[in-house]
């Protein structure tokens, strides 16, 4: 029996985390998993919701971590972590995208001498002053197994010095959940209950620092969402983050943008499907939006993942208002239409070849302890 610990942490990893979980029940015979999750996001809004809505079994370990400055964050996480790694001894640590909670994780995992398998392995926006690229380099540098969703991740892994055996292209894990739930989320009320139809209406989503931690950034950005809004209305379902920095600063929302909770995923599955345009800084909301060719504006000047530009329904337009407007405008004048064409192996197939992946290598490196209760090497902190 292969013995796998999977982590989340944060609303972004669920998406990712969920197709797993079910790959790994369809291969319970040969698969044991325990769900551990970190705390990172505690709000119901930003992570109970999210098990109910993708079908996920509550977590078996809350590691409770909760909020502070982000070393704070992952000072608290690791020696929760390991001691959870410790009891486990488990075969696999398997770890998604690029949270504080993922590279946390990761290492303790690596200091144990447990094998970590990243999912989301390789993606670079190359701008070191994102948190999350530096939690990307450093988990991949640690990983060993990196499973990535397309080929300019495995090139830029390759660039790094990560031996070509220890990649494998899976595709893109968050893309199985969209496809899974897709139907579900016709079910929602959210745009009767918003008084929406169905293109007439932008969807917006806004939590980087880079964009709401700096007021004069912050207050360029809702400028141009004014814009916008004097031509469709923008909904806006914001992140605590954001709405806290707005009250801070006294930045209200411009006429036009309607501020709303975070949403569960279904909810916004449905309002940012049924948008005529979409305008966001987030990673995931690039890839989906390109999977169902939904117009795609991202408020930032990089991207770690270009196949959304390249393939996709994806354009940059940074912070800049007559770089926002502009791109904004030509698309609700029809000027922009795009097919959805979900890039190669975005086929909703991806869980199971990384739980094929994860079952491949440890057999072949003949981990599997015929009895994890006696292992024959116990897992101890090293240093004491
Ligand atoms: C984190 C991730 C980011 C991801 C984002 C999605 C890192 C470095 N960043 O950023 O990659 O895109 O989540 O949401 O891991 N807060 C709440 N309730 C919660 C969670 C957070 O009120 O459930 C508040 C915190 O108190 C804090 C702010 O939101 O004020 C930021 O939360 P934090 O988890 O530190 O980082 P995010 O900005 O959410």
Redesign the pocket.
Known sequence: MVKILNVVG???NFMKMAPIIAAINRRSNEVSQTLVHTG????KA??AVFFGDLGMPEPDINLGAR?GT?TQ?MARIMPAFEEVVIAQQPDWVVVVG????TIACALVANKLNVRVAHVEAGLRSFDRAM??EI?RLLTDQIADLLLTPSKDADANLLREGIPAERIVRVGNVMIDTLFQQIGRARDSAILNELELRPREFAALTL?R?SNVDNPEVLSRICSALGEVARELPVVFPA???TQ?RMREFGISAPAGVRITAPLGYLDFLRLWSDARLVLTD??GLQEETTALGVPCLTLRENTERPITIEQGSNRLVGSDPARIVGAAREIMSNGVSYAGRAPELWDGHSADRIVEALIARARSAEIINSDHSAPTAPLTPSGD
Request: charged fraction near 20%; aromatic fraction near 4%; avoid cysteine.
């Open positions: 944060a609303r972004p990172q996001h505690y709000d930003m992570s909020s982000h964050q690029d949270v504080n909670s948190p999350e939690n939590h620092p992140h605590p983050r806290a987030s990673g």
